[in-house]
């Protein structure tokens, strides 16, 4: 039987881990934040290549594991396998937290869940109907696109 980490000391040594790679990101961050647009997203995609090519356990310089990252970072979602996309997903949200966020709420962005009324669940869909489409993604489409058009 393999030699296993007791409970506690595994989730210590996690929490330990977790703390010191937020702290050496801080760097990072403060030049992400200070960064123009263009190099923010230079530094974002930099940031989940090279995670997700350690996550795949190559190394830093291999060329086929650099090739091989480049090609699925290129590819869409549905166009990856099951664990390509959760490596990637897994890097985006590492890069988010590290450079962008460091676990605070994004200005802008909510985290309070938004409950509707039956009146406005029953205006919405009304409103939805109004475009005919095939899909609800593609009513849902126009509907956004009408509302764009509207001065606030």
Do not use: C, W
């Amino acid at each position: 039987m393999p030699n296993l980490v007791p409970h506690n000391q595994f989730f210590f040594n996690l929490g330990n881990a977790d703390r010191m790679t937020l702290d050496a990101s801080k760097p990072l961050h403060d030049v992400y934040v200070k960064a123009t647009p263009e190099q923010q997203k230079d530094l974002f995609s930099r940031a989940v290549f090279h995670y997700t090519l350690g996550n795949m356990k190559f190394e830093h310089d291999d060329v086929k594991g650099i090739k091989a990252v480049t090609l699925i970072i290129a590819k869409t979602r549905n166009e990856r396998t099951k664990d390509q996309e959760r490596i990637v997903n897994g890097a985006n949200a590492k890069a988010r937290y590290h450079l962008v966020s460091r676990g605070k709420p994004i200005a802008g962005k909510t985290s309070k869940k938004v409950h509707f009324t039956v009146e406005q669940r029953h205006a919405v869909d009304n409103a939805l109907a109004a475009f005919e489409a095939e899909t609800l993604a593609e009513q849902v489409k126009m509907l956004r696109a009408y509302l764009a058009t509207l001065e606030v």
